[in-house]
């Protein structure tokens, strides 16, 4: 990247009229490993590939719960991830001890906005270093689906992938994005794993360990899959041909081993 | 105030400070800047303060009762100063939202900061814009926070706030006191009502078997012979009142009214009548 003399606080704008500070932290975004999200008419699915340090390590989970009915896959400073999480749940709890409701995804994405718009233009800080992908489920408006970023945007989406390699991951799901809608849930996690697996590299496959799935929707508090849960999602990924790009269903595998 | 007997009329001494006229050293020492922000002193005082007050212009019972499609709520339109009957066109009855109506007694004052604090509330959430909007119970849980609190803080609003409203389809009433109680209940009656009108109302929903057999006309009967009886003995009631109504078509706070009353027995009664 650049090394130049606009680039050493946030509050220096360059003569072409960027903040570079917030491209580095994008770029922070960029460099975790990925972590994939998209939705249905009921339900919203985010995925994770989990990066571990070494052979001996545990591999980094990449997806939290914010409270029963929201969760969120990140990218980027884990450490960043965590304070914002925090307030997040803070915020979540917030709004059923003040009015006995579950907050809003759109209403917490705001505040996230604006707390991070905050280290975007106060000299002597720094913006947050990580990517949030937030599934939430109202009652009221049903699945959300929304992108947090350092620069302090927050936007809606059908489908999205932050992290590295997450072109690759963002190409499958536009080309699948129209069926999304009336998708259940299974078929809606299969999709998220294909796109997914596209963010690997040449050499690596998904396995039990690498990967990590989120579901919250209709009727659904948000729930974990992971470890041997995973291996029905992933045998289902291994034997079934690539989707055809097009209106029909995807075809149905046996019935999953959901608990 | 100095709250000490033995203190009153001696030499007022440095260390005394019942008026908190001067920043006086506690006995922590030095509170650092920062800390005294957060904990929201505006002065040091060398003893507790307290707020406790007692409440001056004041509304009587507030009465509530579900029915098959909705909830009616009634109260007089008094406001009292102590035995005076001062303000005799206060509406008691204020609807918050599109579903919610908030009845209030006591201290009328306290009652127009809570007016303030809920239209705020809901400002904030129509400004939010987004498709949510606060329903009676996220009204209610609100309301009875902010009373306990205050009334942690040994410095209570001095009412007791009846909620009615509808949400999904379900009617919603519910009571909270100055001590921060929330209870909710088919029927509510605050006050003298609690003591009168109560017995009424749960003995009329009893013989119907259910608040789902109350008609509307039916509660509005209720209600009326309810505030009937509290006006003969209410001392501090007024024969003008307004009934509110919440259903699924959103709310209705009626003309004021009065009821029919007996008084010619006066007559025969030594010292009273003509």
């Given at each position: 990247?650049?090394?130049?003399?606009?680039?050493?606080?946030?509050?220096?704008?360059?003569?072409?009229?960027?903040?570079?500070?917030?491209?580095?932290?994008?770029?922070?975004?960029?460099?975790?490993?990925?972590?994939?999200?998209?939705?249905?008419?009921?339900?919203?699915?985010?995925?994770?590939?989990?990066?571990?340090?070494?052979?001996?390590?545990?591999?980094?989970?990449?997806?939290?719960?914010?409270?029963?009915?929201?969760?969120?896959?990140?990218?980027?400073?884990?450490?960043?991830?965590?304070?914002?999480?925090?307030?997040?749940?803070?915020?979540?709890?917030?709004?059923?001890?003040?009015?006995?409701?579950?907050?809003?995804?759109?209403?917490?994405?705001?505040?996230?906005?604006?707390?991070?718009?905050?280290?975007?233009?106060?000299?002597?800080?720094?913006?947050?270093?990580?990517?949030?992908?937030?599934?939430?489920?109202?009652?009221?408006?049903?699945?959300?689906?929304?992108?947090?970023?350092?620069?302090?945007?927050?936007?809606?989406?059908?489908?999205?992938?932050?992290?590295?390699?997450?072109?690759?991951?963002?190409?499958?799901?536009?080309?699948?994005?129209?069926?999304?809608?009336?998708?259940?849930?299974?078929?809606?996690?299969?999709?998220?794993?294909?796109?997914?697996?596209?963010?690997?590299?040449?050499?690596?496959?998904?396995?039990?360990?690498?990967?990590?799935?989120?579901?919250?929707?209709?009727?659904?508090?948000?729930?974990?899959?992971?470890?041997?849960?995973?291996?029905?999602?992933?045998?289902?990924?291994?034997?079934?041909?690539?989707?055809?790009?097009?209106?029909?269903?995807?075809?149905?595998?046996?019935?999953?081993?959901?608990? | 105030?100095?709250?000490?007997?033995?203190?009153?009329?001696?030499?007022?001494?440095?260390?005394?400070?019942?008026?908190?006229?001067?920043?006086?050293?506690?006995?922590?020492?030095?509170?650092?800047?920062?800390?005294?922000?957060?904990?929201?002193?505006?002065?040091?005082?060398?003893?507790?303060?307290?707020?406790?007050?007692?409440?001056?212009?004041?509304g009587t019972s507030v009465l509530g009762i579900?029915y098959?499609?909705g909830v009616m709520m009634a109260a007089d339109n008094l406001a009292?100063?102590?035995?005076?009957a001062?303000f005799r066109d206060v509406e008691r009855l204020h609807q918050?939202?599109?579903?919610?109506v908030?009845g209030?007694s006591?201290?009328?004052?306290?009652?127009?900061?809570?007016?303030?604090?809920?239209?705020?509330?809901?400002?904030?959430?129509?400004?939010?814009?987004?498709?949510?909007?606060?329903?009676?119970?996220?009204?209610?849980?609100?309301?009875?926070?902010?009373?306990?609190?205050?009334?942690?803080?040994?410095?209570?609003?001095?009412?007791?706030?009846v909620?009615g409203?509808?949400?999904?389809?379900?009617?919603?009433?519910?009571?909270?006191?100055?001590?921060?109680?929330?209870?909710?209940?088919?029927?509510?009656a605050?006050?003298?009502g609690?003591?009168?009108a109560?017995?009424i109302l749960?003995?009329?929903?009893?013989?119907?078997?259910?608040?789902?057999?109350?008609t509307e006309e039916d509660a509005a009967q209720i209600l009326k012979k309810c505030m009937k009886v509290l006006f003969y003995?209410d001392?501090?009631s007024m024969n003008k009142f307004q009934l509110a109504r919440i259903s699924?078509?959103?709310v209705k706070i009626s003309e004021p009214m009065s009821v029919e009353t007996e008084w010619?027995?006066?007559?025969?009664?030594?010292?009273?009548?003509?």
């Amino acid at each position: 990247m650049f090394r130049n003399q606009y680039d050493n606080d946030i509050s220096t704008w360059s003569p072409q009229g960027r903040l570079h500070q917030i491209e580095y932290a994008l770029e922070a975004v960029k460099q975790g490993s990925a972590s994939v999200g998209l939705r249905s008419n009921t339900h919203v699915v985010l995925l994770a590939l989990k990066r571990s340090s070494g052979e001996l390590a545990s591999h980094q989970q990449k997806l939290f719960r914010i409270d029963n009915h929201m969760g969120i896959a990140i990218a980027g400073l884990v450490s960043d991830a965590r304070v914002l999480s925090n307030f997040m749940r803070t915020e979540c709890m917030k709004s059923k001890m003040m009015y006995d409701r579950p907050m809003p995804g759109s209403r917490l994405v705001s505040l996230i906005g604006d707390k991070a718009q905050i280290n975007t233009q106060n000299y002597g800080r720094r913006p947050y270093g990580v990517g949030l992908l937030v599934g939430s489920y109202d009652e009221d408006t049903g699945p959300h689906l929304y992108e947090c970023l350092p620069n302090a945007n927050c936007l809606e989406y059908f489908a999205i992938s932050i992290g590295a390699k997450s072109q690759s991951a963002k190409t499958y799901l536009e080309k699948f994005a129209k069926d999304f809608g009336e998708t259940d849930v299974d078929a809606l996690i299969m999709h998220g794993l294909h796109a997914l697996r596209e963010t690997l590299q040449q050499d690596k496959e998904l396995n039990i360990n690498n990967c990590s799935i989120g579901v919250v929707g209709k009727g659904q508090d948000w729930h974990l899959i992971e470890g041997d849960r995973l291996k029905a999602y992933l045998d289902q990924l291994e034997a079934g041909a690539a989707p055809a790009a097009s209106a029909e269903d995807l075809p149905q595998g046996e019935a999953m081993d959901t608990e | 105030m100095d709250h000490f007997p033995t203190n009153w009329g001696n030499p007022r001494s440095e260390d005394v400070d019942s008026y908190n006229t001067y920043p006086v050293a506690s006995h922590s020492g030095t509170v650092p800047h920062s800390v005294r922000q957060i904990a929201g002193f505006g002065h040091a005082a060398g003893h507790p303060t307290s707020h406790t007050q007692q409440p001056v212009v004041t509304g009587t019972s507030v009465l509530g009762i579900k029915y098959n499609g909705g909830v009616m709520m009634a109260a007089d339109n008094l406001a009292s100063y102590g035995s005076l009957a001062r303000f005799r066109d206060v509406e008691r009855l204020h609807q918050v939202a599109d579903f919610t109506v908030l009845g209030a007694s006591g201290d009328m004052s306290d009652y127009q900061y809570v007016k303030h604090l809920l239209d705020s509330q809901m400002i904030k959430e129509y400004n939010a814009d987004d498709g949510h909007t606060l329903a009676t119970p996220n009204i209610y849980e609100y309301l009875w926070r902010v009373m306990y609190n205050r009334r942690s803080k040994m410095n209570p609003l001095w009412n007791t706030f009846v909620l009615g409203g509808v949400h999904k389809g379900e009617g919603f009433l519910g009571a909270i006191d100055l001590k921060g109680t929330p209870y909710q209940s088919p029927s509510i009656a605050t006050g003298f009502g609690s003591h009168l009108a109560q017995p009424i109302l749960r003995k009329e929903i009893e013989n119907r078997g259910g608040e789902e057999n109350i008609t509307e006309e039916d509660a509005a009967q209720i209600l009326k012979k309810c505030m009937k009886v509290l006006f003969y003995r209410d001392a501090r009631s007024m024969n003008k009142f307004q009934l509110a109504r919440i259903s699924a078509e959103g709310v209705k706070i009626s003309e004021p009214m009065s009821v029919e009353t007996e008084w010619a027995f006066a007559e025969k009664i030594r010292g009273y009548g003509a």
